[in-house]
């Protein structure tokens, strides 16, 4: 249970009241921030730069674009910027609060990637293992290829894998395994035709059903988004004995005090605390439906719900090297080997259309990576060692150590989210900038 402390503060509101008191929780935040900042040499947000965060999100809710977002930015493990901004459901108008419970999608994958390296940290697994140690399924692994027939035709060609799918592939998304929407026609369509998603499942199914499906590529050659880290939640079922959830509870969720963080809400209170996309955000709106529908499956790649709160907590224990309060998560080693890029030169890993850590960063095991500027002019805003994920639900959220600084934006939108997700992290790092 979380102590009065531990719980970040509310949200403001925007009545008069609520913007006075606002104004003075914002002095104290700003002033303690200062301190600690002088004492580190790490430059401290100013304040007229973070009211442009505000304007540009009470915008977006003006216009219509959102129905709303909480927004977080944290220093030295204390808050120098917290908004929520609009309603958590246009139809029921319920204010946005720092307890809204958020679908996470992809900003999953960290997590369930946490959990897998503590079971490393034990020695219960390891990045060598082969997947089908576990799932037999992938022991006789096929890669498709695109091959042309006599009349012309392209059809898909399966044959055998170089080498095992491993542990290592499932965490770093060089596995070969993808989306249904993501990577050749050929491809796409044997992952559409082949009832991945029909009936009930829960993550031993599907991980048999994604064993039975070809490979994009071969193993270890190139960085595709996809189900590796459903596989992997599924792996750590069996290592473990316990359903995901339960381990993730046990280990991550219980002991961080993240007690909105879970594959199914559970009561009329958090299902009313639930965050909704626009009714025209089609894509996200079919997406969580599918979701929904699907209790017993608890996806470790896109199945978990979250809260500010909760996920300001995890954050927090990365941004800490692993610990958090006295407790460690992660051993040094683990985590540095987590939080390092392992897909760059040398490694033998290519990247194409669809590699969405973006430019500039790497990859670890969970965590896009910034390892250089980029080849964008001006570069793109961050800092040199920073983590990052977000989702298509457009929640997202970055780990920056140089600044000692954590950045969260919680939202429901697909239409939205490739607008807004740059234009915030700009801002977020223009709040820390000396000059314009």
């Excluded at 910027?81 to 958590?88: A, D, E, I, P, R």
């Excluded at 309060?325 to 040094?332: A, M, N």
């Amino acid at each position: 249970m979380k102590t009065r402390t531990q719980r970040i503060l509310h949200c403001t509101v925007v009545s008069r009241a609520g913007r006075l008191l606002a104004a003075a929780l914002s002095l104290a935040i700003w002033t303690n921030a200062t301190a600690a900042n002088q004492a580190t040499n790490v430059p401290a947000p100013l304040p007229n730069k973070l009211e442009r965060i505000t304007e540009f999100f009470n915008n977006e809710v003006a216009t219509g674009k959102l129905p709303g977002a909480v927004v977080l930015i944290q220093q030295h493990g204390k808050p120098v910027y917290l908004k929520c901004f609009g309603v958590q459901d246009v139809e029921t108008k319920v204010a946005m609060t720092s307890d809204t419970i958020f679908a996470l999608h992809s900003m999953t994958k960290p997590i369930t990637s946490v959990a897998a390296m503590m079971l490393i940290d034990a020695g219960k697994l390891s990045l060598a293992d082969p997947v089908f140690k576990f799932i037999p399924g992938f022991s006789d692994a096929k890669v498709g290829v695109g091959s042309g027939t006599p009349d012309g035709q392209n059809v898909l060609k399966l044959v055998p894998a170089d080498r095992p799918v491993t542990i290592m592939d499932l965490l770093r998304h060089t596995s070969g395994i993808t989306y249904d929407y993501i990577g050749g026609k050929l491809i796409m369509k044997a992952y559409s035709e082949s009832g991945l998603f029909d009936g009930r499942y829960n993550n031993k199914v599907f991980a048999d059903r994604i064993a039975r499906l070809p490979l994009a590529r071969q193993p270890g050659t190139l960085w595709r988004y996809g189900h590796s880290t459903d596989v992997l939640g599924r792996i750590i079922e069996i290592v473990s004995g316990q359903t995901l959830y339960q381990f993730e509870k046990q280990h991550i969720f219980d002991p961080l005090g993240m007690t909105s963080t879970k594959f199914v809400l559970e009561s009329a209170d958090e299902r009313a605390r639930m965050a909704e996309p626009l009714p025209s955000d089609t894509i996200l709106k079919l997406a969580e439906a599918q979701r929904r529908a699907h209790p017993e499956w608890e996806s470790g790649g896109g199945g978990l719900v979250s809260s500010l709160t909760d996920y300001a907590r995890f954050a927090q224990m990365v941004l800490n090297g692993g610990q958090l309060d006295g407790k460690r998560y992660l051993s040094p080693a683990a985590f540095k080997s987590m939080t390092s890029d392992h897909i760059g030169p040398g490694s033998g890993v290519a990247r194409d259309y669809y590699y969405f850590p973006g430019d500039g960063f790497g990859y670890g095991y969970g965590f896009a990576v910034r390892t250089d500027p980029g080849n964008a002019r001006p570069p793109p805003p961050g800092s040199i060692g920073e983590l990052k994920w977000d989702s298509g639900s457009g929640t997202y959220f970055g780990v920056d150590p140089k600044l000692d600084m954590i950045y969260i934006l919680l939202e429901q939108t697909q239409n939205e989210r490739g607008r807004i997700t740059p234009a915030f992290k700009k801002l977020v790092y223009d709040a820390f900038a000396t000059t314009d």
